[in-house]
C-alpha cells in the first residue's frame, strides 16, 4: 500500500541494506484529479492469458497524476519542462515535518519548522491519505509561507496535499514564488508513514519531453 514501508533487508554479501519509506500515492483508476483533469486509464494491448507472449500496457493519464512534480513551465509561460530541470534538488537530505489541518502554511509556521539551508522541506498535514479522494479543502503555501521557504535555502518544497497554492488560486502565486526563490516543487506525497525527522529524499521525475509535470516513485531512507 501506499506509504508502507519495506523491511531491513541483508544485500546477497550479508551486509546490512537500510530500509527505505514509500512516500508516493498510488496510481490507478480511482486516483483522484483536479476537476476536469485527465483520469488515469490503463489497456492492455496485449495479454499472456489472451495467447501472447507477453503483456503490453497503454496508459492514458494527466501529468498531475499521484505523486508527482511540478514544472515551472506548468505556471510561467517559456520556462523550463520538466525534462530540463536540474535533478539535484530532487535528491538529498529532506525535513519531515507536521503541521496538520487544512489552513494555508504561512511564513511563521515555515519559520518555526527548523529547516535548514539546502534541505527538502516536506509537510505533512493529513493523517491518512485517501489516493482516491481529491479533497474538498487541503493545506496549501500563502505566498509569504512560499517566500519563507524560499528565502531559507530549501532545495525543494513537498506537501501531501494536491497543490502548494490554494484549490482556487488563479495566480498560483505560492508555485511562483517557490520557483523565483530556486525550489523545487512535489505534490500528492504520502507521508503518513514517516515520523517528523531528517532523512535521504529520492524523488526523480521522468524525464518527458515538453512535460508540465512528471510522476515520481518517491522515498525516504532514513539519515544514521
Excluded: W
Aim: hydrophobic share 45%.
Amino acid at each position: 500500500m501506499s506509504g508502507s514501508m519495506s523491511g531491513s533487508m541483508s544485500g546477497m554479501n550479508g551486509a546490512h541494506v537500510s530500509r527505505i519509506l514509500d512516500i508516493s500515492q498510488r496510481v490507478s483508476a480511482a486516483s483522484g484529479v483536479f476537476p476536469g483533469d485527465t483520469r488515469f486509464s490503463l489497456t492492455k494491448i496485449c495479454t499472456i492469458a489472451g495467447g501472447a507472449s507477453c503483456d503490453v500496457g497503454t496508459i492514458t493519464t494527466t501529468l498531475h497524476i499521484g505523486t508527482h512534480a511540478d514544472a515551472p513551465s506548468h505556471f510561467v509561460e517559456g520556462a523550463p519542462h520538466i525534462a530540463d530541470v536540474p535533478l539535484d534538488a530532487y535528491l538529498g537530505p529532506a525535513l519531515v515535518v507536521e503541521r496538520i489541518g487544512d489552513g494555508a502554511i504561512t511564513a511563521a509556521d515555515v519559520r518555526g519548522f527548523g529547516l535548514r539551508r539546502g534541505e527538502r522541506l516536506l509537510v505533512r498535514t493529513r493523517r491518512a491519505v485517501d489516493p482516491a479522494e481529491f479533497p474538498a479543502e487541503f493545506a496549501h503555501l500563502s505566498e509569504d509561507g512560499a517566500a519563507a521557504v524560499a528565502a531559507a535555502g530549501a532545495a525543494l518544497f513537498g506537501i501531501d496535499t494536491p497543490s502548494v497554492d490554494h484549490q482556487t488560486s488563479k495566480t498560483l502565486a505560492a508555485h511562483k514564488a517557490l520557483f523565483a526563490g530556486g525550489v523545487a516543487i512535489l505534490e500528492n506525497l504520502d507521508l503518513t508513514a514517516p515520523a517528523p525527522g531528517r532523512y535521504e529524499l529520492i524523488a526523480l521525475p521522468l524525464k518527458i519531453d515538453g512535460g508540465d509535470a512528471a510522476p515520481v516513485r518517491a522515498v525516504l531512507r532514513p539519515i544514521s
